[in-house]
C-alpha cells in the first residue's frame, strides 16, 4: 500500500503545525524507501556509503534517541539493537540495516515513530509544548523543552529526505516528492 502524505496544516495551531511537519517528513521518507526489495534498499552511490535502508533504520534510530531516551529517560536501547551494538560500530544502524528486510525495517520504522508520538502525547498532557525531557544537554546540562525536540527532528528528517530523494533516483530513477 503507497503511503498517503498530508500536507501541513497552514493555518493551525503551534502543535498541530509541529506535530503536522514531523509526520510530513516521516512519510516522505517511507516515501522514498517504499517498493524497493533488499538490494535496492542496500545499494551504496560511491563516494557516499549512505544507503535508503541505513537512512531508514538511522531516522527510526533518531526518533527513539530524542523521545523515549532523552526526552523521556529510558536507559535501555531499543529491542531491535543487540546489546553492544555501537561499541563495535557507532554507525551500527546504517551499516546494520543491509542484513534487514525491508518488511523489518519498515516495522522498526513505524514502531519506533508510534512510540515516539505516544511519547509527545503524554508530555503535551502535562505541560504542553514548554515540558522539560528528564536527560540534558552535554554541553549546557540544561533540559530540551518538547518544542526543541520535536523542531529538532523535523530537521533531521528534512535534511535525510534530501539525502534519500537522491539516493532513490540513483536506485531506480524516481523522483519528486
Not at 54 to 68: I, M, R, T, V
Not at 75 to 96: L, Q, R
Not at 106 to 132: H, Q, S, V, W, Y
Request: proline residues 5%; contains cysteine.
Amino acid at each position: 500500500m503507497a503511503t498517503q502524505r498530508t500536507d501541513p496544516p497552514l493555518a493551525a495551531s503551534e502543535v498541530d503545525t509541529l506535530r503536522g511537519y514531523l509526520a510530513y517528513h516521516r512519510d516522505t521518507m517511507r516515501m522514498k524507501t517504499e517498493g524497493l526489495d533488499q538490494a535496492q534498499l542496500s545499494q551504496v552511490h560511491p563516494p557516499s556509503a549512505l544507503t535508503l535502508g541505513g537512512l531508514l533504520k538511522h531516522a527510526a534510530l533518531n526518533d527513539d534517541w530524542w523521545f523515549c531516551r532523552v526526552f523521556e529517560g529510558r536507559e535501555t536501547e531499543p529491542d531491535w539493537v543487540p546489546a553492544g551494538a555501537f561499541d563495535e560500530d557507532e554507525d551500527w544502524e546504517m551499516h546494520s540495516a543491509q542484513d534487514d528486510s525491508p518488511a523489518e525495517l519498515r516495522r522498526i520504522f513505524d514502531e519506533t515513530a508510534a512510540a515516539a508520538d505516544a511519547a509527545i502525547d503524554r508530555a503535551l498532557a502535562r505541560d504542553g509544548l514548554d515540558t522539560l525531557s528528564v536527560k540534558t544537554s552535554g554541553r549546557q546540562g540544561t533540559p530540551f523543552s518538547l518544542r526543541w525536540i520535536i523542531l529538532h527532528m523535523i530537521e533531521e528528517y528534512a535534511r535525510h529526505n534530501g539525502h534519500a530523494d537522491m539516493l532513490r533516483e540513483a536506485v531506480d530513477g524516481r523522483v519528486g516528492e
